[in-house]
């Protein structure tokens, strides 16, 4: 359907030693699928930083309210404590 996107799928662990070296090669954006919160801090924090665009999905385990679900820039998501993180 779309010849020209290249798809590179990665399973490594995520950590402030791997970070740099996994997303080397200046990818046009990232979707995160990960369930490790710390993981998921480290690789959205980076991808800021180095302004890549990432895609994040939030698993919340049922504990939060379904209609609470928003498409924002993750630096607005405050209200949602198990979204909400610090971010460098």
Do not use: W, Y
Request: charged share 25%; proline share 6%; net charge negative.
């Amino acid at each position: 359907m779309f010849p020209h996107i290249e798809v590179e799928t990665i399973k490594a662990p995520v950590t402030e030693k791997t970070i740099a070296k996994l997303l080397e090669g200046n990818p046009s954006f990232v979707v995160d699928c990960m369930d490790h919160p710390e993981a998921k801090a480290v690789l959205i924090d980076h991808c800021l930083e180095h302004k890549i665009k990432v895609i994040t999905a939030g698993e919340t385990s049922l504990k939060c309210n379904p209609t609470l679900i928003q498409i924002t820039d993750i630096k607005d998501v405050r209200s949602i404590i198990c979204l909400s993180f610090e971010l460098s």
